[in-house]
């Protein structure tokens, strides 16, 4: 069963919706997936998520606002390009890791069971931390590419 989850774009300077991004069709599961991310890229423009809402347990809403790379000094600029820079298109949700090397986010693999249902990345994305071959990775910053049916993971290397 499907459920309408509406991307409304948020003024905090005037406090109020400003304008309707998108309506989609979605299941109950991918909700929460899409919930769970950072950021939304619908028709290449990045939106950064502020907040989401359920009214009723029936109409779902994620506030955005246009992702701006001045306000993370550090890695905002580097996802804005890594968004650009990786083009692969999937027919059906999948994850991509890209990890940063200082400068930049460059694609990675990881030795993770690949998620192939929304409980799955649901998980992926709860966690702040993700172990692999006894690599400890950070998650910095998660985005859902709506044109690309990609779940962007970005990653730091943590030594421990």
Known sequence: MNNTLTYLEWSEHEQRVIKNITDA??????IFVRK????????????EHTANECEDGM???????????????????????????????????????LLW????????????PTPSVPLE??????DHYIVSEQRTYETI??????????IVIFLKGVNL
Do not use: W
């Open 25 to 30: 069709a979605v299941t109950r599961d991918d």
């Open 36 to 47: 769970l991310v950072n950021a939304t890229v619908f028709r290449n423009a990045l939106y």
């Open 59 to 97: 109409r779902h809403s994620i506030y955005a606002k246009p992702y701006s790379e001045h306000d993370d000094a550090l890695y905002g600029q580097a996802i804005r390009n890594a968004l650009h820079e990786y083009v692969a298109v999937s027919p059906y949700m999948e994850a991509e890791y």
């Open 101 to 112: 090397n200082g400068y930049r986010f460059n694609p990675c693999a990881l030795a993770l």
């Open 121 to 126: 990345f649901a998980k992926l994305l709860l």
């Open 141 to 150: 910053y998660t985005i859902y590419d709506m044109d690309r049916s990609k």
